[in-house]
């Protein structure tokens, strides 16, 4: 058949189990324009090493351009006979131009620089739309953060009643890691942006090729250094797959903040009807299925960052077949954040809290205490002597049922000598949060400095 790419020294043709296993067409046809592409771009060098002439280009670049035509459009698709997308774009080649200008592409490159040169350009265009998604989430947060500039919630450690915080700051906790990954993406594709074309099968070309022209071509930075190396290795892949793991754990964060928010225990926030599901059975339902399916996809992705490390360790260099198993991770784990980024946007962007539940709940659990403790230090106590003092102070609120601010000036007296009636001035969840005005801190002032320089980022990233 003519989409087999060797055979040359075989009487026979694979056994059925041998080619049913071989075959990656299903998933590497993904690979199909990049293909074409740098198929163009090594019939160039092709033809400036000599080796392919003026007239001969000309026919293949026009066979190469219906051909990608016919690939977008779907009139051409791999058949049952082709072992990979390297071999039945060459039968789809040799169909439109014929045998003897089309069995001239291959001189020069195998499919083990030309695989590892496409996954290449897959990934790079794959994070670029992935850190879009991202950036989209983290501007839902931004805009939330922003429509309620001035509301408290109960912080919380341990999922323990902590300190009261602005929601804003909380919101913008999530946008921070976010915007991390983003970093990542685009400081993975610094590395990525390295063309292994030219390198053959893991020795270099003898033809003459260029693979700087052919790096510049395909809008690498540069060509490889070592063809061993760059046919071999697979860490932009692990660290694809890594970077898009670490996505999903963030996201599963904020998912499981916005499960617990939607609660009616919590009764934080109400997710909108466009990004929630109902029951078959309870008519009463509104589930958080955008962020349990986050939660959910989470594990999977981290899931293809182990099975893809598991599949590259100890293989000894240079190309091996295992590394056809380098492709599945990394696309699942961008379709499956192709699919969750724009429903955390639109979950996140929709959220409609609610400040007086938040606000009624912040002062709950006595997270006050610290601030007691915070305005001894001030009255020159020491902290330890602090500590202790706050602490009896709930202990007494504790057992009598009440909140700290409910004790009266007695209560403290009794309590310590240095509590006079002017620690009340910090017993409010608006003083705890505005004192806390240092960089990073989650005063309104701080909070709100912050949220601009998150929107900036944004913006320029
Ligand atoms: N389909 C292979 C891959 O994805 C590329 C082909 C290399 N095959 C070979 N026999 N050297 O890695």
């Known amino acids: 058949n003519t989409g087999a790419l060797w055979g040359g020294r075989f009487a026979s043709g694979p056994a059925d189990a041998m080619a049913a296993l071989s075959k990656s067409t299903h998933f590497d046809w993904a690979l199909a324009p990049y293909d074409v592409k740098a198929s163009a771009a090594h019939a160039r060098v092709l ?22 035509e016919d690939v977008a459009s779907g009139a051409f698709t791999p058949d049952e006979s082709d072992e990979d997308v390297h071999g039945a ?46 950036l989209d989430v983290a501007a839902a947060l931004v805009e939330q953060a922003q429509r309620y500039p001035d509301v408290a919630v109960p912080g919380k450690t341990h999922l323990q009643a902590a300190q009261p915080v602005l929601l804003a700051h909380h919101l913008l906790a999530h946008a921070h890691p976010l915007l991390r990954d983003v970093d990542r993406l685009v400081d993975l594709d610094r590395r990525a942006a390295v063309s292994p074309y030219g390198s053959g099968a893991l020795a270099g070309s003898s033809l003459g090729l260029d693979p700087d022209a052919i790096a510049a071509d395909l809008g690498f930075d540069s060509a490889a250094e070592n063809s061993i190396d760059a046919t071999a290795s697979r860490d932009f892949a692990a660290e694809g797959a890594f970077v898009l793991a670490m996505i999903g754990v963030d996201l599963s ?28 059975i309870m008519p009463q339902k509104k589930n958080p299925d955008v962020a349990e399916l986050a939660r959910g996809k989470s594990g999977r992705l981290i899931g293809n960052l ?6 590259l360790k100890a293989q000894p260099l240079a190309y091996n077949r295992d590394l056809q198993e380098d492709k599945e991770p990394v696309f699942d784990s961008v ?37 007691i403790a915070e305005w001894m230090v001030r009255q020159g106590v020491p902290f330890r002597v ?26 403290f007296a009794a309590i310590s000598g240095d ?13 705890s949060i505005g004192s806390r005005s240092a960089r990073g801190g989650t005063a309104g002032v701080r909070v709100a400095e912050q949220r601009a320089r998150v929107a900036d980022r944004i913006a320029a990233l």
Do not use: K
Not at 50 to 61: F, I, K, P, R, W
Not at 92 to 110: D, H, K, N, T
Not at 265 to 279: H, I, P, R, V
Not at 306 to 311: Q, S, V
């Open 47 to 68: 033809h400036g090493a000599g080796l392919l002439s003026e007239a001969d280009l000309a026919t293949m670049l026009d066979g190469l351009r219906r051909l990608g």
């Open 89 to 134: 774009l060459e039968r789809g080649l040799i169909e439109r131009v014929g045998p003897e200008v089309g069995g001239r592409l291959r001189a020069g490159r195998s499919r083990n620089d030309q695989v590892a040169t496409l996954f290449r350009m897959w990934l790079r265009d794959a994070i670029r739309r992935v850190a879009e998604g991202v």
């Open 253 to 280: 964060r904020l998912a499981e903040d916005v499960i617990l928010w939607t609660t009616s225990e919590f009764g934080y926030a109400t997710l909108s009807d466009a990004w929630s599901t109902g029951s078959s």
């Open 306 to 311: 182990t099975g893809l490390l598991a599949t």
């Open 335 to 371: 379709a499956q954040l192709d699919l969750l980024l724009p429903a955390m946007a639109g979950m996140v962007a929709t959220l409609e809290f609610h400040p007086q539940r938040m606000a009624d709940l912040a002062p709950a659990g006595f997270t006050l205490a610290t601030d």
């Open 386 to 411: 602090a500590h202790e003092v706050a602490g009896a102070c709930v202990r007494a609120a504790e057992s009598r049922g009440i909140g700290l601010d409910e004790l009266d000036d007695a209560d």
């Open 419 to 431: 509590l006079t009636p002017a620690v009340r001035s910090v017993l409010t969840v608006e003083g």
